[in-house]
């Protein structure tokens, strides 16, 4: 009955249990002899009649629940469970199961001539450039997931990619800044840098990074341009937020929550009257910037600070999110005052968003 109601009347559903995490894609219902003959048609309304289902939600979780409590197993596409709990997505530890010796060389003989034109497009302007290499968790822990998949790589080919990558790159003269492998330098069993059931760096490792980002920026401008920040930390679970991000997608009757995270409290002065105020500054990266820009805006006072998501993906400015930027609105950041792009190590020229920056900055 419900589920017949459900089908009618979507917008006022009947639905049991919390919702599923995740993006689903609808299959479009084709309602054409060609979509009948190919099955496509059938397909679409049997996924339409078990959405409909009241209680959808709370069977698949405990589907989830039984796989996960009795064999040990993620059922989510994608995400891996490793050693003591570990959650990881596959695609961290294929890239890093995939570096090779020399890889380095290629991916800055390839990213060199394009950072060396957008820094000096900056620097000839008189403005600030910082190009910045953010942590994966797979290689800040491998030991917890290495045993998952074959992993033909050599320790040696593993643990040279970033450095080596960085020394080139500082070598041509290109400002970096190197969270990577500072972040994994930094041993703690209390609070290690990247959270059990999440992907992301945690948000004592996010300040560090950030108050890092700050140091380089004044330290570059010969003074105090953004504001200096200090915090407190207390550690505690359940684990909340993006520390919990992969835990969540998981999509478990019981989400497995339970294990220490860091929680901050920052410490800044006013912000009124700062210089940071009046600068336009552009953060040009992946997720792993999304708490990075929260921090530069609340904390250093960068108040005037732009998000790209990926570059072309959308933007984030003064807590308001806008997709589908057009040319007009990314050549924007051809006339900010700071530029910050940022890179994961897990996708160092495997996106195409510094090649975008680099076309924005250099065609007339």
């Known amino acids: 009955m419900w589920t017949l109601w459900n089908l009618a009347v979507p917008s006022q559903a009947v639905r049991i249990g ?7 894609q609808k299959v479009p219902f084709n309602l054409s002899l060609r979509g009948f003959l190919d ?4 397909k679409a309304a049997v996924l339409r009649v078990a959405d409909a289902m009241p209680l959808r939600r709370t069977l698949i979780r405990l589907n989830n629940q039984i796989a996960y ?15 003591d709990g570990e959650l990881v997505q596959r695609s961290y530890l294929e890239e890093y199961c995939s570096r090779t010796i020399g890889q380095a060389d290629a991916m800055a003989d390839a990213a060199i001539p394009l950072l060396r034109d957008v820094q000096a497009y ?25 045993h998952l998949i074959a992993c033909p790589s050599s320790p040696q080919a593993r643990a040279e990619l970033v450095p080596a990558y960085v020394a080139r790159l500082r070598a041509a003269g290109i400002d970096v800044l190197d969270l990577a492998t500072s972040t994994h330098a930094v041993q703690s069993d209390a609070t290690p840098p990247f959270p059990r059931g999440g992907i992301h760096w945690n948000e004592l490792a996010m300040a560090r990074g950030s108050q890092q980002i700050v140091d380089k920026i004044n330290t570059r401008a010969g003074r105090e341009l953004l504001t200096p920040f200090s915090f407190t930390v207390t550690v505690s679970s359940p684990a909340e937020g993006r520390d919990r991000d992969l835990a969540e997608l998981a999509n478990l009757l019981v989400a497995p929550i339970d294990y220490p995270t860091p929680k901050l409290t920052y410490s800044h002065p006013s912000c009124d009257g700062r210089e940071a105020t009046r600068v336009e500054a552009a953060l040009v990266g992946t997720s792993f910037i999304d708490p990075v820009s929260e921090v530069l805006t609340e904390q250093a006072c960068l108040t005037r600070l732009g998000q790209y998501f990926y570059f072309k ?3 984030s400015r003064g807590g308001v999110r806008q997709d589908h930027l057009s040319e007009a609105e990314l050549r924007e950041v051809r006339d900010v005052d700071v530029m910050l792009l940022e890179e994961n190590e897990s996708l160092i020229g495997r996106q195409q968003y510094l090649s975008l920056l680099h076309q924005i900055l250099t065609t007339p």
């Open 18 to 24: 919390p919702a599923l995490v995740g993006v689903t």
């Open 39 to 42: 099955g496509a048609l059938q």
């Open 69 to 83: 409590s009795l064999f040990g197993e993620i059922t989510a596409p994608g995400i891996l469970i490793g050693r």
């Open 122 to 146: 900056y620097r000839d302007r008189g403005k600030l450039f910082l190009y910045i290499v953010t942590p994966s968790k797979v290689a800040d822990m491998p030991d917890k997931f290495l």
């Open 313 to 315: 993906l959308g933007r």
